[in-house]
């Protein structure tokens, strides 16, 4: 016996724009039948949270899948799967599409080649896929834009839960932001960690989807658009907070992945606050009261 509930879509042109658009979504549990063999047009991602079944891909080899565990289904390549009859499976599986799974695939996120993966915890992309569940309801007027900001979601959920990924890849990132100011040439970075650069640059696309210099390319420019927005300190001091000693160079490679200058930068967002700006936090759902004046 199975259980079974599921919703299709059809987002107009104008959702697809908007980079993800959520086709389908659905969650079932038991001794669900047999799936495929077939090929689809588009992706969709089956986290599998409890019990354990097979996949057979495009190789014809049949893999053996314990849960947790994502399967990703990808256009135009064959599968087959099934939850062991005997034990079955809770499924929940959300069908996507759109210009934006280019950009995903290139930076790790969907993994068309690796079509079942281990997962740590399936409790994080289930929420999110209940979320899309309670969208799909019919009469919802955000459905096409809610459920598809969803699937983004959804997808940083799945990185986060994959099991290769915890916790070695974490450990290497936060390593890599602790020094990414300090004038360190990748080389430097994987020696410090006792790998090689290619070892390094390895580690750092599966857990980030970029290479080592782009990671640290990315902080760094975060950190001097802090400095710039928050502080009156000169673009040359600037440029050296964040480990470059020659501030023409700082200039054009900020002005080059930014699409503005240093000082047009701090003409737009420039906002000095004396003693710079908090480094915690703020829980947005309890703001710092602001009091007012004593009128007495």
């Not at 955000?142 to 959920?157: I, K, R």
Request: net charge positive; glycine share 10%.
């Amino acid at each position: 016996m199975y259980q079974t509930w599921m919703r299709f879509l059809s987002p107009g042109p104008a959702h697809h724009r908007l980079g993800l658009a959520c086709l389908g979504v659905g969650l079932q549990h038991g001794a669900l039948p047999t799936v495929g063999p077939r090929t689809l047009g588009h992706h969709v991602a089956v986290v599998i949270s409890a019990g354990r079944g097979w996949y057979r891909g495009a190789d014809g080899r049949r893999a053996t899948v314990t849960a947790p565990a994502l399967l990703w289904l990808t256009p135009g390549v064959p599968h087959h799967y099934g939850p062991d009859p005997d034990t079955g499976w809770d499924e929940g599986f959300v069908d996507f599409a759109g210009p934006a799974t280019a950009t995903y695939t290139e930076l790790g996120y969907i993994e068309p080649e690796r079509p079942v993966v281990p997962l740590s915890d399936a409790a994080a992309p289930r929420a999110v896929i209940a979320r899309i569940a309670r969208a799909a309801r019919r009469g919802n007027p955000l459905l096409e834009v809610e459920t598809g900001a969803a699937v983004h979601e959804l997808l940083v959920a799945l990185r986060r839960a994959r099991a290769d990924l915890a916790p070695d890849g974490d450990q290497v990132l936060e390593a890599l932001a602790r020094d990414a100011c300090t004038p360190m040439s990748v080389a430097d970075h994987a020696a410090r960690h006792g790998m090689t650069p290619a070892e390094l640059r390895g580690a750092v696309r599966r857990a980030a989807g970029c290479s080592p210099k782009d990671y640290l390319l990315g902080i760094r420019l975060g950190r001097a658009k802090d400095l710039l927005a928050g502080t009156d300190l000169p673009v040359a001091a600037v440029a050296r907070r964040v480990g470059y000693d020659d501030p023409a160079y700082f200039s054009r490679l900020f002005t080059r992945r930014v699409g503005l200058a240093p000082v047009r930068f701090r003409a737009q967002q420039g906002r000095t606050v004396p003693g710079g700006w908090s480094d915690r936090v703020p829980d947005p759902a309890h703001p710092p009261m602001i009091h007012s004046p004593d009128t007495r």
